[in-house]
């Protein structure tokens, strides 16, 4: 388990977590966040702008809940086809529509984590 909140701490918060940062946009208030996409395919270009989307973030101290970190981890391994990170085997199923129980369960898990720290919460 300490694995999964290193991995969490180290990939998805790209910011200090009280330093959201708002929306550039002058006309709205909003706080903003980005998404990658998914890693479930070993395509150059998804993989490429999931990369565009992780530096801007870190560029512009934006909050990341990066799905394709997620999606290709498991267990400490980092699942590759042709040097791209790719959805690790074990979320390849269709057990809850289109994914397995236990990426929803680290997802969901990775989700609680981020907002208690944007919270407030120190880690421990």
Request: hydrophobic residues 30%; contains cysteine.
């Amino acid at each position: 388990m300490k694995f999964l909140y290193f991995f969490i701490l180290v990939f998805l918060i790209v910011i200090p977590i009280t330093n959201c940062s708002v929306n550039e946009s002058e006309e709205t208030e909003n706080n903003s966040d980005e998404l990658p996409g998914n890693a479930q395919s070993d395509d150059r270009n998804r993989y490429d702008r999931n990369e565009q989307i992780r530096k801007y973030c870190i560029d512009n101290n934006k909050v990341l809940f990066d799905f394709a970190d997620l999606d290709c981890w498991y267990n400490g391994e980092q699942h590759t086809e042709n040097g791209i990170p790719i959805e690790h085997p074990e979320y390849n199923g269709d057990e809850a529509g289109h994914t397995t129980f236990s990426s929803c369960e680290n997802k969901g898990k990775a989700f609680w984590w981020l907002m208690a720290r944007i919270s407030g919460w120190d880690g421990n």
